[in-house]
């Protein structure tokens, strides 16, 4: 399965910015979907979970300012993410599981994309 993140970028805080992830063949119909973020020198640590139609799960610290869907037709999720602020900056990514319980901790995951860069500033 191949994950491929997109559009970070750089923005002030209070910004926007929607991040995509598109994944290989219809893998996406059948898994459970998940953000994560790094920030430099901390470890990974989950911001979504995206189960197939049922309720989306945040973490504390992104609730009620990120909103995550996924496009099954288009095998995409997305992350819209607003209301940044600075201690949102770090590299984010997404990957995919059969688990829900394995979704929550990002060690449980041996492989990753490149990620997307996401630099908020003040």
């Known amino acids: 399965v191949q994950l491929v993140e997109s559009g970070g970028g750089s923005v002030q805080a209070g910004g926007s910015l929607r991040l995509s992830c598109a994944a290989s063949?219809?893998?996406?119909?059948?898994?459970?979907m998940g953000w994560y973020r790094q920030a430099p020198g901390r470890q990974r640590e989950m911001v979504a979970i995206v189960p197939n139609g049922e309720t989306i799960m945040y973490s504390a610290s992104v609730k009620g300012r990120f909103t995550a869907s996924r496009d099954g037709a288009n095998n995409t999720v997305y992350l819209q993410m607003n209301s940044l602020k600075t201690e949102d900056t770090a590299v984010y990514y997404c990957?995919?599981?059969?688990?829900?319980?394995?979704?929550?901790?990002?060690?449980?995951?041996?492989?990753w994309g490149q990620g997307t860069q996401v630099t908020v500033s003040s």
């Open positions: 063949g219809s893998i996406l119909r059948s898994g459970i």
């Open positions: 990957n995919i599981g059969f688990s829900l319980p394995v979704m929550y901790n990002a060690r449980n995951f041996g492989s």
